[in-house]
């Protein structure tokens, strides 16, 4: 069965860079969620969309921005990259008419350095 | 803010023994769900409790959901060396769903 994919699986930037990070959720799917997970954390929500709606923010920082697109592929643009923003960022994907079930990608590592 | 709190944070069990991780939130849950992670891995969703005092089994795994719907519990009967991982609950409020702080689960051989 499909599931969600990020790319890319692993990113190195310096600091103030800017990063892209991409999801493609499963197939059908109206709802993405963006999570990070600092190391020994548990996942903290940043921002979902609903039907390519922003749904909620939570705590996504002022320097990052998402969006979804047309296909329901959803970006994460994150700018004046700082070292705390250094974790695994993982999408959701889930069929919010259905079991509401999250199913997770494999995540991004970012590294700042 | 919303707080999702687990305890205990780790649990070294020896393999056959039980374990049981606890989730309490500051507020009343839409519905809760669990997710086991392995390390290096991502979340993995195992169950979602919807209704006041409901109680779901998945073989070994007993998970149940306060009757005021701020609490929960997950019961793994008798630890084999595969059930190592972190075990997360992630309640929801509205749209968003915020992750218990999570449990980190041993097995000894």
């Known amino acids: 069965a499909a599931g969600v994919i990020q790319s890319p699986r692993h990113l190195i930037k310096e600091k103030r860079e800017t990063a892209t990070l991409k999801c493609y959720p499963i197939?059908?799917?109206?709802?993405v969620y963006w999570y990070q997970q600092g190391p020994g954390q548990d996942p903290q929500f940043l921002i979902s969309?609903?039907?390519?709606?922003?749904?909620d923010k939570g705590s996504i920082p002022d320097r990052f921005s998402a969006q979804q697109f047309s296909d329901y592929h959803s970006e994460l643009n994150m700018s004046s990259l700082e070292l705390g923003d250094s974790a695994l960022y993982f999408c959701?994907?889930?069929?919010?008419?259905?079991?509401?079930?999250?199913?997770f990608g494999p995540g991004t590592r970012l590294t700042v350095l | 803010g919303q707080q999702v709190m687990q305890i205990p944070q780790y649990q070294h069990v020896q393999e056959g023994e039980d374990f049981t991780t606890y989730c309490n939130s500051s507020?009343?849950?839409?519905?809760i769900q669990w997710y086991k992670q392995r390390p290096g891995g991502h979340p993995v969703f195992l169950i979602q409790?919807?209704?006041?005092?409901e109680v779901k089994k998945q073989k070994r795994l007993t998970f149940q959901f306060g009757e005021a719907k701020k609490n929960s519990s997950l019961h793994i009967t008798a630890t084999q060396t595969t059930d190592v991982g972190t075990y997360f609950c992630a309640g929801r409020w509205g749209n968003q769903f915020y992750f218990g702080t999570g449990t980190s689960l041993t097995v000894i051989p």
């Open positions: 959701a994907s889930s069929n919010r008419a259905g079991t509401d079930t999250q199913y």
């Open positions: 197939p059908r799917h109206d709802t």
């Open positions: 969309f609903y039907e390519k709606m922003q749904s």
């Open positions: 409790l919807v209704k006041s005092g």
């Open positions: 507020t009343t849950l839409s519905n």
